[in-house]
């Protein structure tokens, strides 16, 4: 059948009994947390005028991007969770696999283009606000965005004309890989293949060249200057590496589950679903922490806009 004409079954849940109701609690306390977190960072960028700086806009765009991310996930997560039903239409199968992989791709770029803002403000900060103007960071925010969105569009046009002959996805939520390998003839999935690849050069082997450039030249700057110099990048290397490390962590997992099935099979049930929306669950709720605890000026902010009471006191 064409892949547009009946329902995706869900296979990665499992009969926990009432143990899903303490599931429930805990995945609606932490998308709620992940919402205000994220929302209130988001607002404190927007009402502080000292925070219109590159970095905090690229930082924002982040925290849209984890919103977007977990909204695309948790919902569906919770009613399938407490439901015996676990069916997906396919239209809405489609929506969450295109929400997610833009979401992934987005991620990633962002925390490349992050990363070489850091090589400029530290290795050329004379030259900083004049290469860094506000127009560029539009700019490069936008780029960010429509890339993710036109190459999974095309991406996943070349999914949805596949003829599936299986309807079993095994995982908790939709993925594009595990439905081109319900395609009922490898040669049709070839196409697909051939722009996956040149997807992961684009999303994955650019940003990481980016990445890597950028920390090199930071490293080298940061060991031929002064104690004070070197505690500066730190502070703002800091957050950003754990960041980018959680999150190329969640990725592996996450691929790994995917492509190799040998190395999982043994592990239980309950952590084989954690560790398949690792990526989507913890990096959206680490990036405020990290970047609102670690950044003083962030730090700071909150305390001047939020209520008495409402950010912690350190």
Aim: charged residues 10%; glycine residues 4%; contains cysteine.
């Amino acid at each position: 059948m064409n892949s547009t004409q009946f329902t995706f079954i869900l296979a990665g849940y499992s009969d926990i009994g009432h143990l899903k109701y303490l599931y429930f609690i805990i995945l609606t306390v932490l998308y709620v947390s992940i919402v205000f977190a994220n929302t209130v960072l988001i607002v404190v960028i927007c009402m502080e005028r000292s925070l219109h700086e590159p970095m905090y806009l690229f930082l924002c765009s982040l925290f849209v991007n984890d919103l977007y991310g977990t909204t695309g996930l948790f919902p569906a997560l919770m009613t399938h969770l407490v439901s015996d039903d676990h069916t997906v239409s396919t239209g809405y199968c489609y929506i969450q696999i295109f929400v997610l992989y833009t979401y992934g791709s987005t991620e990633f770029i962002n925390l490349a283009v992050m990363s070489y803002d850091r090589y400029l403000a530290i290795c050329y900060p004379l030259q900083y606000n004049v290469i860094m103007t506000p127009s560029k960071v539009c700019i490069l925010i936008c780029v960010i965005w429509l890339y993710s969105f036109v190459k999974f569009t095309i991406q996943l046009s070349l999914t949805i004309r596949l003829r599936l002959c299986g309807n079993v996805i095994d995982k908790v939520y939709c993925d594009n890989y595990l439905v081109v390998k319900l395609a009922c003839s490898t040669s049709d999935t070839t196409v697909n293949n051939i722009s996956g690849l040149c997807g992961i050069v684009l999303t994955v082997a650019v940003p990481l060249i980016t990445i890597v450039f950028s920390y090199i030249k930071i490293l080298t700057i940061c060991l031929k200057s002064c104690i004070e110099t070197r505690q500066k990048a730190f502070s703002t290397c800091s957050p950003h590496l754990a960041s980018l490390l959680n999150f190329s962590f969640g990725c592996f997992l996450t691929l790994l589950q995917s492509r190799f099935d040998s190395p999982m099979r043994n592990v239980p049930t309950v952590l084989h679903t954690f560790l398949s929306v690792y990526y989507l669950m913890c990096q959206p709720l680490l990036n405020p922490i990290v970047y609102g605890v670690r950044m003083a000026k962030i730090r700071q902010a909150c305390k001047n806009i939020l209520p008495v009471g409402l950010y912690p006191k350190t």
